[in-house]
């Protein structure tokens, strides 16, 4: 172990998170491939060792700072880009059920390749928009946990991501920019789409002392047959 994993194994040990030998070989091994094939395609900014470790792995993994990802048995992470915060929270957890949504092949070949070299057991990787995909019998209504990392404001992400989570379930958004203005402004879709918030986190990442904010929004009926409305509406026309 170099001096870049011991830092992150010690800064996840202090919030309860454990890694063994394996999975950090998986999250190296996830880094190697991230940074080789962002070479041919734009899969992120971020690619200097240190920062992927904290920047995308550790702000991935800081949703288990304030879920019990122990009593969660199914995730879906809606417009996950480069895999984050799913891949992460995966290789920490390995009993998760994992479902990606990109509305983009090309990373979808990308994560898909990633599963096959870690290994991955019980990941399912959907190529289509989240509009479209959460109508579908298997999605719609079915996970314990939703997630997005940085896709859009709260009244669109509402739209994009509660449709999927399950009644009693929970979709958490996860922001750079304190998102109280956001929240304020999503009332009208928190009503139309059954969610109901929980809690807000703040905190700073590690090293890069960027902010960091966490909302929780439990689902507490079914998403009405209304919603999501077709692919596109939700971003041209917010339910605010």
């Not at 915060?85 to 990633?114: E, W, Y």
């Not at 298997?138 to 997630?147: E, H, K, M, P, Q």
Request: glycine letters at 6%; aromatic letters at 10%.
């Amino acid at each position: 172990m170099d001096q870049v994993q011991a830092q992150f194994t010690a800064l996840l040990e202090e919030k309860g998170i454990t890694l063994n030998e394996v999975q950090l070989e998986q999250f190296e091994g996830y880094y190697r491939e991230l940074v080789s094939w962002n070479e041919k395609m734009n899969l992120t900014g971020i690619t200097e060792r240190e920062e992927v470790y904290i920047k995308h792995f550790y702000d991935s993994l800081s949703l288990a700072f304030y879920v019990d990802m122990n009593k969660v048995g199914s995730l879906a992470d809606i417009g996950s880009g480069a895999g984050f915060p799913g891949l992460p929270l995966k290789l920490a957890f390995p009993h998760l059920q994992l479902t990606i949504v990109d509305s983009l092949n090309k990373r979808i070949t990308f994560l898909q390749h990633v599963a096959d070299e870690l290994k991955l057991e019980q990941v399912k990787l959907v190529h289509g928009r989240a509009e479209d995909i959460a109508r579908q019998s298997g999605f719609r209504d079915s996970y314990d946990l939703v997630t997005a990392r940085a896709v859009a404001r709260m009244a669109v992400l509402n739209e994009f991501c509660l449709p999927f989570a399950k009644v009693g379930g929970m979709f958490a958004a996860m922001k750079g920019t304190d998102p109280s203005e956001e929240v304020k402004e999503a009332a009208r879709s928190f009503k139309e789409l059954k969610g109901k918030v929980k809690q807000s986190f703040q905190f700073e990442l590690p090293v890069s002392d960027s902010s960091r904010h966490i909302i929780l929004v439990n689902k507490v009926q079914a998403t009405p047959g209304k919603y999501p409305r077709k692919a596109g509406t939700p971003l041209k026309s917010p339910l605010v």
